[in-house]
């Protein structure tokens, strides 16, 4: 009919993700806006940081089943390295084994881009995998419709060798920022540090006192 035009299938897009390497640990956070097609807010409480382990956690931006598909790979192989070594799996083996699974999808790929970030023997990493299977270690990075929003804030703030405390002040500014100015970003934000204790989410008081400190409102 003229004028009219099918539908296309609703997809769930539209985030902001950050990973921050710190000298004491490595910081997370996402928005937690899910957006199907170009409008419609599909939910405003998404999971978009997933624990992997005790020391190791992703974050997804894209398509919500194509990441979780990657997210309970990780934890499945973690489970199997721990079980078969006695000791858990280096962050930057199960950042490889993100971008095995990505590359072995390349021709019909999966439409995600992740950051892996975990605390080992070595120290604290932050990994980008793309949809494509390319791997890069990272000192910050961000993800989804909002990170050119989140990079003039991480390319102005983020110091090589800050502690988490301060590193998780300036991926909340970050994502923030983002809320304010890009339409698939928004609702509130999660936060989880992982250090040499492990993986911990921030509460909802610690989140709105570093909001209300950077930005007079909680």
Same mark, same amino acid.
């Given at each position: 009919m003229s004028g009219f035009r099918t539908p296309e299938p609703s997809i769930v897009h539209g985030t902001t993700t950050v990973g921050l390497l710190c000298s004491d640990g490595a910081v997370l956070a996402t928005d937690t806006r899910a957006v199907?097609?170009?409008?419609?807010?599909?939910?405003?409480?998404?999971?978009?940081?997933?624990?992997?382990?005790?020391?190791?956690?992703?974050?997804?931006?894209? &398509? $919500?089943?194509d990441a979780q598909n990657v997210v309970d790979t990780l934890r499945y192989y973690s489970n199997i390295y721990k079980l078969e070594h006695g000791t858990r799996i280096p962050i930057k083996s199960a950042a490889r084994l993100a971008a095995n699974v990505f590359f072995s999808a390349r021709l019909f790929p999966y439409i995600a881009d992740v950051i892996v970030a975990g605390y080992d023997e070595s120290g604290a990493t932050v990994y980008n995998i793309d949809l494509f299977g390319s791997l890069t270690e990272e000192k910050y990075f961000s993800t989804g419709s909002g990170s050119p929003v989140a990079y003039g804030i991480l390319e102005t703030e983020y110091k090589?060798?800050?502690?988490?405390?301060? &590193? $998780?002040?300036?991926?909340?500014?970050?994502?923030?920022a983002a809320i304010k100015r890009n339409t698939g970003t928004g609702d509130s934000i999660d936060v989880a540090v992982i250090t040499r204790d492990g993986f911990r989410e921030l509460t909802l008081e610690e989140k709105s006192k570093v909001l209300t400190t950077f930005f007079g409102r909680a």
């Open positions: 199907a097609g170009t409008f419609f807010i599909a939910h405003k409480n998404v999971k978009k940081i997933q624990k992997i382990d005790d020391h190791i956690a992703m974050t997804i931006a894209g &398509g $919500v089943a090589e060798g800050i502690p988490v405390d301060q &590193g $998780v002040k300036i991926a909340m500014r970050a994502v923030a």
